[in-house]
């Protein structure tokens, strides 16, 4: 199993930067995958971002496109969101999640149904 911890939420200007830590411990040699995900009051969890652990690709969501970026640090077995340029509309829990799974395309990691592990949330709140 693979256990996930989020870090670093908290409350910032619209306009502002935050940068989001997501450590993994347990089985982390069989992550194919890790991604964010994100949950706003009154609305369903929503993919942000994905980046697989080997190679480093990564797929955004349109409404992140340049202002987020997901990296990874393996020797860690930890992934980061840099969230830039917050808007109001980015207020929400924030959940990291890993896979374990490969035998799917970059792009089917929007779907919250292709991870295994999940972590408790870091709560991001834009104030504008």
């Known amino acids: 199993q693979v256990q996930l911890v989020e870090s670093g939420g908290g409350l910032v200007q619209a306009g502002g930067s935050l940068r989001l830590s997501c450590a993994a411990s347990?089985?982390?040699?069989?992550?194919?995958?890790m991604g964010w995900f994100r949950q706003a009051p009154g609305k369903e969890r929503e993919f942000v971002a994905a980046i697989t652990w080997s190679g480093g690709a990564t797929y955004y969501a349109d409404s992140v496109k340049g202002r987020f970026t997901i990296s990874r640090d393996n020797a860690e077995n930890t992934v980061y969101l840099q969230m830039n340029s917050l808007k109001s509309e980015d207020t929400a829990v924030y959940y990291c999640?890993?896979?374990?799974?490969?035998?799917?395309?970059?792009?089917?990691?929007?779907?919250?149904?292709?991870?295994?592990?999940w972590g408790q949330g870091t709560q991001v709140t834009v104030s504008s």
């Open positions: 347990g089985r982390t040699f069989s992550i194919y995958a």
């Open positions: 999640a890993a896979t374990r799974g490969s035998y799917f395309g970059i792009r089917d990691l929007r779907r919250d149904t292709k991870y295994d592990s």
